[in-house]
């Protein structure tokens, strides 16, 4: 038997590891106290935020899956760090500068995992969500 292995079998396991990431994070944050607090409404209005979310950041063509959950949890908690009165206009102009400036020397997945690591992680999510990406 031979098995042929080709491009498209390069791109279909990586849209079954994707796939996986993206299934394992709504896990996660499924299990966390602010999803739980939620009407069955608006849990499923939240999974399907978050495949929208996933396919539109999958074109971006990060090198890792945990890339993209960090950045699916950047879009996720950004309403939260965008309305915060204090440091809100900081975070949003770091984010811009760090993600969304193409002309930059570094990778987008690196503006992502800066933004991940000092914006979103250090203030806005649950231990068990910041063990889960660490992991």
């Known amino acids: 038997m ?4 080709d491009a498209t079998f390069f791109e279909r396991a ?3 590891q994707d796939d996986k990431a993206c299934a394992a994070l709504k896990a996660v944050l499924a299990d966390s106290d602010g999803f739980r607090a939620m009407s069955p409404t608006d849990r499923a209005a939240a ?3 978050i495949d929208t979310v996933w396919a539109e950041a999958s074109m971006l063509d990060f090198n890792y ?5 960090k950045y699916v949890l950047i879009l996720l908690t950004q309403s939260r760090w ?3 009165v204090r440091a809100g206009p900081l975070y949003w102009a770091y984010a ?3 993600i969304g400036s193409p002309d930059q020397n570094w990778r987008l997945e690196s503006g992502v995992a ?3 690591r000092n914006v979103v992680a250090q203030h806005f999510l649950t231990d068990a969500v910041k063990a889960f990406i660490a992991a």
């Open 2 to 5: 031979v098995i042929k292995v």
């Open 14 to 16: 990586r849209r079954v």
């Open 114 to 116: 800066a933004v991940y």
């Open 82 to 84: 965008r309305s915060d």
């Open 65 to 69: 899956p945990v890339s993209l959950q």
């Open 96 to 98: 811009r500068r760090m």
């Open 47 to 49: 999974a399907s935020y």
